[in-house]
């Protein structure tokens, strides 16, 4: 019986932990509800949010300034942390870009790569 129950307690542990490291690795959900079409087909809307990523002009809504955050990492890691809608976005996204604006695309993995170096520099 005390075997069971040291086994039990163990694989509770377990759960528990791997319940908390999956729950960690995954960026928030709060704007998963985002209508990332809308936007791309919105060209003032659309140039908010690249100028925001860009750091052209200020991140106006919080969604924004959370993605931006987000996104340089999201994108060298193929959105390891995301969501499933995030994923879904982030697809929408790069689909838009590399067949109506392929040198804003371009500019933003620029602008990634620059951002991801100075991160690892610790500037």
């Known amino acids: 019986e005390e075997t069971m129950a040291e086994f ?47 750091e052209t002009a200020p991140c106006i809504t919080a969604d924004a300034k959370f993605f931006k955050e987000v996104a340089s990492e999201a994108l060298q890691t193929k959105c390891k942390k995301c969501t499933e809608r995030q994923k879904e976005i982030m697809d929408s996204i790069v689909d838009w870009y590399t067949k109506n604006q392929p040198e804003e695309w371009e500019a933003f993995v620029a602008k990634t790569i620059e951002n991801l170096k100075k991160k690892n520099q610790g500037a």
């Open 8 to 54: 039990s307690y163990v694989v509770t542990i377990i759960s528990i932990a791997l319940l908390c490291v999956s729950a960690e690795e995954l960026y928030s959900d709060r704007y998963d509800q985002i209508d990332a079409e809308s936007i791309l087909q919105n060209d003032k809307l659309r140039n908010q949010y690249y100028n925001c990523f860009m």
